[in-house]
């Protein structure tokens, strides 16, 4: 080689060599939050295993994402920060508000503990942790016929997606086993700006009817009213919840269940299920402080999803949305806090449910007949 | 690029084709979308206002039965139909239409909608409180029932107004885009009229009127007038087809023009053999008077007398080719039609050293046609093959003619031993006007072809192994076919006093030819008075009738037609012994009627003159 092709070759080579060493900027992908406050300790938890992760974290904690309204304003600010995927949102009525907007500009949402059928039925770009109302309802009204034995039970249920679809599954399941339906009655959704109600007068009125249980499609506060009036009345009437009653408020003190003593209530997850499950709950109890409940169980899974898609390499909601849909098919569950994780038709289908009895202050496992999966 | 008819007819094709695609873009670009927004933003409106309304008239209707129910005396409230249940509230709206509506009339709506679903769970609490005896908490209830249907009703409100102006802005829109429509389409009509008036502009000016000019030049051409050729005002195609037009027209009028000399050339030479016929018609005239007479000089008057016969006829086949008679259709014999085309063209063969020879079939059929067309034919074959034969440099040049009979066919085949013909012309020789010729036009064989074709025969190349070989071919006839015209009558001449006592006169402005025919009149016993012109023989006629007239046709004062006529008012039965003696028989008026035994044609045998004669003075 001449000097003149060494005049060529040789700042070729170097050009190669800078460009070789030259790193390209690696793209990030921007997640929305949309959770109660009280879940953002999950949330911290596990943004601690994805700090490695090219992951922008977009969330406002001050927004109410449960009311319709407020939800979906909430769900068009996360969309038009272009986020690709959204955590939330916190309860059905808000989950199923947002999803119109996340499935018009096409933002994947993952939520994690919504159970109407609403929220995935016909909305490509919603996915569900845990199993819908029906089947839900199911277990309930199987449980206080084959557990309790009751022959009327009673009805209370929140007058949104989530308590019309608990409703829908119990009513359903106990006409097939041919146990009345004595009284029912709806308590207020959540909304903005409006008064809730006094669940004392409709419990009172629906225990004229004589119900041998009483099924509540409620939360955590609803089921503390419903507890303190029938201690109040001396009443031991069996009361079974819904996964919503196992839904704490952020405030230590109202972590506290002695009040609810003999409650049962479904559960989706519980610290005392297995060894993971117990290491998350010590993990999350010496962090915070209190024992956490299954709705930060699952919000803790629903963000180590999409921390293990975007360790996949998934940047768009297409992307993340096929890392979801792969689950158990083309690569391995997803190995969670509360089992592991495969979806079909949107929703996850391995969660299990059993009936929880909050004994001694303690919410654990009741061993019912007849639990579902 | 050139722009001729076809790149301008394809440039008009792609203009109109541009013009479509300008069209349909617009269409799909501008309404489309238009119409499409407008589905799109009006369609699911109409449903949110008239589900807003059922819902706040169900809603209505539930507060007023919760109000009848509140203030019903505890005695109704368990009968039935009891307690009423009110609705469930699960946002139905906001699911169905919160993607489709703008996002500040879904937070409307689904404030509306949290509004319902409390108004319904608070009924249900009222309810509650009125069954359990708490009638005053059940109207406080109802009253808050009341002021929040207000809220309710002003989100309501609210949501129609925004979906309203989301619809108002959605017409905006639409109006905006058909105002684009229309601007669109009157550019559309602006595009349109400016690319087909120019489409029309264009193909008027370089298609249509250029055409018409072509047009108006070959019809002026076509009429005659040959004066000017097609302007070159074109372009492209057009001047290719106008060159070429001046071309042909300039290659046909030279053709014309060398066709009229060649007509001219036939009718002066026709006329000079007219006239050859009267020193002939001496000549031959004294050389048969001296012939008869016997003698020393008997042999040297036989050799004058078959020597002026010979020229006679040669001037008689020369005068029938060039102007030729009416065409008489009638049976002939193919080896007369021989004969006399190798009487008319033999010369040159002779003079260039040429052998010909001929076979003739002698039980050969007659056929029907004009015996001089087919005359015509056989010359052009025969003069085909000389010109081959003369400009050749073969050591054995011959010509073979040869007429046969096939079947129904009677023909005759001319083969030269020429180099013969080309493979790549054989399929070229009958064109018209295909010649390999330096000189002429290129039209024999086509024209015998024709000629041919017309009597129901044809002729072809044949394919031989040495030189070329023409045949032709008519159908067989049945009847016997008739002297060809100039088959030369060798009667025997009368002998004795056949018209002694008659009285005869003859007319002719040639003395010698007045002078042979009256002495051979005479010797046979004639009294013969002979006259220079017309009025001189109606003279000797009116002075003393004679017994027959020898008349000439063409007479400088009076031609023979004005004395036959003169004599046939007066005599009918002189003007039957009225005989024309004529070189020039066509010219004869067919409306006198004359038969053809009475019309001789010059130069005339002396013995056919005697029984002409002798046939009117015996019929008279």
């Not at chain 1, 003593?261 to 610290?271: A, C, L, M, N, P």
């Not at chain 2, 050799?303 to 002939?332: G, I, S």
Request: with cysteine.
């Amino acid at each position: 080689m001449g000097r003149r092709g060494c005049r060529l070759v040789l700042p070729l080579i170097a050009a190669i060599t800078v460009c070789s060493g030259c790193r390209q900027p690696e793209s990030r992908v921007r997640i929305g939050l949309a959770i109660e406050p009280g879940w953002y300790a999950a949330f911290a938890l596990a943004r601690e295993g994805m700090a490695d992760l090219p992951i922008d974290w977009i969330a406002d904690s001050s927004r109410n994402v449960n009311a319709a309204a407020s939800a979906l304003q909430y769900a068009e600010s996360l969309a038009d920060q272009r986020v690709v995927a959204v955590v939330g949102h916190s309860s059905s009525r808000g989950s199923v508000a947002a999803s119109a907007v996340y499935n018009r500009r096409g933002v994947l949402q993952l939520a994690p503990v919504a159970t109407s059928r609403a929220l995935t039925g016909g909305n490509p770009w919603s996915y569900a942790l845990v199993p819908d109302d029906s089947v839900e309802g199911a277990f309930l009204a199987a449980y206080v016929d084959t557990a309790l034995k009751a022959r009327r039970v009673a009805l209370l249920y929140h007058n949104d997606e989530f308590g019309v679809g608990i409703r829908d599954g119990v009513v359903a399941e106990l006409e097939r086993r041919r146990v009345r339906v004595a009284d029912e009655r709806f308590l207020s959704p959540v909304t903005e700006g409006f008064r809730d109600m006094e669940i004392t007068a409709l419990l009172a009125a629906a225990l004229n009817r004589r119900p041998d249980a009483i099924i509540l499609g409620a939360r955590m506060m609803e089921t503390r009213a419903v507890a303190a009036y029938l201690r109040r009345r001396r009443t031991t009437i069996p009361v079974v919840c819904s996964d919503g009653s196992y839904v704490f408020a952020p405030r230590v003190p109202d972590r506290d269940l002695t009040m609810l003593e003999g409650i049962r209530i479904v559960r989706f997850w519980g610290h005392d299920r297995d060894s993971v499950a117990a290491a998350f709950a010590d993990r999350f109890k010496a962090r915070y402080g209190y024992a956490p409940d299954q709705a930060e169980a699952f919000t803790y899974d629903a963000l180590g999803l999409i921390g293990d898609a975007v360790r996949a390499g998934a940047r768009t909601p297409e992307e993340l949305r096929s890392h979801l849909e792969s689950l158990g098919r083309t690569r391995p569950a997803y190995r969670g806090i509360a089992g592991e994780y495969q979806f079909s038709g949107r929703r996850a289908f391995a969660t299990r449910m059993d009936m929880g009895l909050i004994r001694d202050g303690r919410l654990g496992a009741v061993n019912p007949a007849g639990a579902g999966r | 690029m050139k722009y001729t008819v076809r790149n301008r007819l394809v440039v008009y094709g792609a203009a109109g084709v541009g013009y479509l695609l300008v069209l349909v873009a617009s269409l799909a670009l501008v309404a489309v979308p238009a119409v499409e927004t407008v589905d799109r933003s009006l369609a699911p409106l109409q449903g949110v206002f008239v589900e807003i309304a059922e819902r706040d008239r169900q809603v209505l209707d539930e507060i007023e039965a919760l109000d009848r129910y509140v203030h019903a005396p505890d005695s109704a409230l368990r009968a039935p139909p009891g307690r009423p249940v009110p609705s469930r509230a699960v946002s139905p709206l906001l699911s169905n239409y919160g993607s489709v509506l703008p996002p500040a009339a879904s937070r409307e709506l689904a404030r509306a909608e949290d509004a319902v679903a409390w108004i319904e769970a608070a009924i249900g609490e009222a309810m509650a409180l009125r069954e359990i005896g708490d009638r005053r908490g059940a109207e406080d209830r109802l009253a808050e029932i009341r002021r929040n249907r207000a809220e309710l009703q002003r989100h309501t409100t609210r949501a129609l107004v925004l979906a309203l102006e989301t619809g108002i802005e959605a017409r905006q829109a639409f109006r905006g885009s058909m105002a684009t429509l229309s601007w669109l389409v009157i550019g559309w009509i602006v595009l349109g009229a400016a690319v087909w008036g120019w489409i029309a502009y264009d193909a008027a000016r370089h298609v249509f009127v250029p055409v018409g000019r072509l047009e108006a030049g070959i019809s002026r051409i076509a009429a005659g007038d040959w004066s000017e050729p097609i302007p070159g005002h074109f372009s492209g195609e057009l001047l290719t087809v106008a060159n070429q037009f001046n071309l042909m027209t300039d290659t046909l009028r030279e053709r014309a023009g060398r066709h009229a000399q060649m007509a001219t050339a036939g009718e002066l030479l026709a006329g000079m053999a007219h006239e050859l016929n009267n020193p002939l018609q001496a000549i031959r005239g004294i050389a048969e008077l001296g012939h008869g007479s016997g003698g020393s000089s008997a042999k040297d008057w036989a050799v004058v007398l078959e020597q002026a016969r010979r020229a006679a006829k040669l001037v008689n086949d020369l005068v029938r080719f060039v102007r030729p008679p009416v065409r008489r259709v009638a049976p002939v014999d193919l080896n007369d039609v021989v004969r006399d085309g190798l009487n008319l063209i033999g010369f040159q063969y002779q003079a260039d050293g040429i052998t010909i020879e001929t076979e003739l079939d002698p039980r050969l059929p007659p056929v029907q046609a004009d015996a001089n067309d087919l005359v015509q034919v056989l010359v052009n074959l025969l003069g085909n093959a000389h010109a081959v034969l003369q400009n050749g440099q073969s050591s054995r040049r011959k010509v073979t003619v040869r007429t046969w009979t096939l079947g129904d066919r009677v023909g005759a085949t001319v083969h030269d031993s020429g180099p013969g013909v080309p493979e790549d012309v054989r399929e070229r020789v009958f064109n018209p006007f295909f010649s390999t010729k330096d000189r002429g036009f290129g039209l024999g064989l086509s024209v015998a072809r024709d000629i041919l074709r017309g009597y129901g025969g044809d002729v072809a190349l044949d394919r031989v192994r040495d030189g070329a070989s023409f045949s032709f071919w008519l159908p067989a006839s049945d009847e016997a076919a008739v002297a060809s015209p100039s088959a030369v009558a060798h009667a025997q001449p009368a002998k004795g006093e056949v018209f002694k006592g008659r009285r005869i006169v003859v007319a002719d402005d040639e003395e010698a030819i007045r002078s042979v025919l009256a002495r051979c009149l005479e010797r046979d016993g004639a009294e013969v008075r002979t006259a220079a012109g017309g009025v001189m023989a109606l003279e000797l006629i009116r002075q003393q009738p004679p017994d027959a007239v020898l008349l000439d046709l063409r007479m400088p004062d009076l031609d023979g037609t004005g004395v036959y006529r003169r004599v046939r008012q007066v005599d009918p039965d002189l003007a039957r012994r009225i005989i024309f003696v004529t070189g020039d028989p066509s010219a004869m008026d067919p409306a006198l009627g004359i038969p053809a035994d009475r019309i001789l044609s010059k130069p005339v045998e002396l013995t056919a003159m005697r029984d002409a004669v002798r046939r009117v003075l015996a019929a008279g």
